[in-house]
């Protein structure tokens, strides 16, 4: 099976617990952050997912739904822009990450 790695960005408390979820399913990944610049210096924490890509979208969705709080994906596809995720599941996921690899998670707000 060929590796996929993705890149998750969010808080560094919501990056801790998506990197302990992680080991728990033994599931590999990397801390680091990302920087970009778009009129503004940002930098993000960041966990890169190592995985089969097969594998990767089911990780994200059992992440999401062993979370107790909702959370918020956003996904960034050039000439479209910033977009909200709306489909967890894992083939929604496997769809998406046929166009992005990387995601941003953050505490969805109520």
Do not use: W
């Given at each position: 099976m060929e590796q996929y790695r993705l890149t998750v960005?969010?808080?560094?408390?919501?990056?801790?617990?998506?990197?302990?979820?992680?080991?728990?399913?033994?599931?590999?990944?990397?801390r680091g952050v990302v920087s970009a610049y778009e009129g503004v210096a940002i930098t993000l924490f960041a966990v890169y997912i190592t995985v089969a890509f097969e594998a990767v979208s089911q990780c994200i969705a059992a992440y999401r739904n062993a979370r107790t709080e909702p959370?918020?994906?956003t996904y960034f596809i050039p000439g479209r822009g910033t977009l909200i995720l709306g489909d967890f599941t894992p083939d929604g996921l496997a769809?998406?990450?046929?166009?992005?690899?990387?995601?941003?998670?953050?505490?969805?707000?109520?």
């Amino acid at each position: 099976m060929e590796q996929y790695r993705l890149t998750v960005t969010g808080s560094s408390e919501e990056m801790d617990v998506l990197e302990q979820f992680c080991r728990e399913h033994a599931v590999a990944t990397e801390r680091g952050v990302v920087s970009a610049y778009e009129g503004v210096a940002i930098t993000l924490f960041a966990v890169y997912i190592t995985v089969a890509f097969e594998a990767v979208s089911q990780c994200i969705a059992a992440y999401r739904n062993a979370r107790t709080e909702p959370l918020k994906a956003t996904y960034f596809i050039p000439g479209r822009g910033t977009l909200i995720l709306g489909d967890f599941t894992p083939d929604g996921l496997a769809n998406l990450l046929q166009a992005t690899d990387q995601l941003h998670l953050e505490i969805a707000a109520s």
